[in-house]
């Protein structure tokens, strides 16, 4: 092969190991899209195969109200639960990621490049469970927003809203608070520790 060749893959990488975190991280990350707004079926990405696979059916009547996936690379940890005082411990999962698009993107498992510009701090059963909002970095409408004051506020309630609400049934007590919303400075410090949890994670003797 010509050493000019671009670099390629003859096997579809994991998505959350084998996929780079982003261009210019933490403000420039990829997310890994495993739902959009059109969907009533939660998908989820499966850790040891990597393929998508069906998590459950949406519980209530609320689909999420974004392009809703994950940050290659990250890992919700000791460092990221750090950063929300209330939680005991991260969630164990991948970051999570909410993608602002102004077109309509009906297909999960697409990567994208997506800019932070803030997060919702929440706590799943007392586990820091974050949820990075972005927009998509080469979107004609909110591509040039640099922080979530650039973004319209009700689309931001409509984002709280969907986590505060999305695992709520009659009958049952209710698992997941809200802690806040905030800006970008503090997003890239989450998206910067879920990086070094990711690396402690792959660091550590099977």
Do not use: N
């Not at 940890?77 to 309509?104: F, H, Q, T, Y």
């Not at 990075?132 to 080469?138: F, H, M, P």
């Not at 640099?146 to 969907?162: C, K, M, N, Q």
């Not at 809200?178 to 989450?190: C, F, L, N, P």
């Amino acid at each position: 092969m010509p050493e000019d060749s671009p670099e390629f893959s003859a096997f579809r990488p994991h998505p959350w190991h084998g996929l780079p975190v982003g261009p210019e991280p933490p403000s420039l990350v990829h997310a890994f899209v495993e739902i959009t707004p059109f969907d009533v079926v939660k998908y989820e990405t499966d850790k040891r195969s990597g393929y998508l696979r069906v998590d459950r059916p949406q519980r209530s009547s609320s689909v999420p109200p974004a392009l809703y996936g994950f940050v290659p690379r990250t890992f919700c940890g000791a460092r990221v639960a750090a950063l929300s005082p209330a939680s005991k411990r991260g969630d164990g999962d991948p970051l999570d990621i909410c993608v602002l698009s102004e077109r309509p993107i009906d297909r999960c498992e697409v990567l994208l490049e997506a800019r932070v510009v803030g997060g919702i701090r929440m706590l799943d059963a007392g586990e820091a469970d974050d949820k990075i909002i972005a927009v998509l970095a080469s979107d004609a409408v909110y591509g040039g927003a640099a922080s979530l004051a650039d973004i319209p506020r009700p689309l931001v309630d409509r984002l709280v809203h969907y986590f505060a609400s999305y695992k709520a049934m009659p009958g049952e007590p209710l698992r997941v608070t809200i802690d806040g919303v905030y800006e970008v400075a503090h997003a890239h410090r989450v998206v910067a520790a879920a990086i070094e949890d990711y690396i402690e994670l792959v660091a550590r003797p099977r």
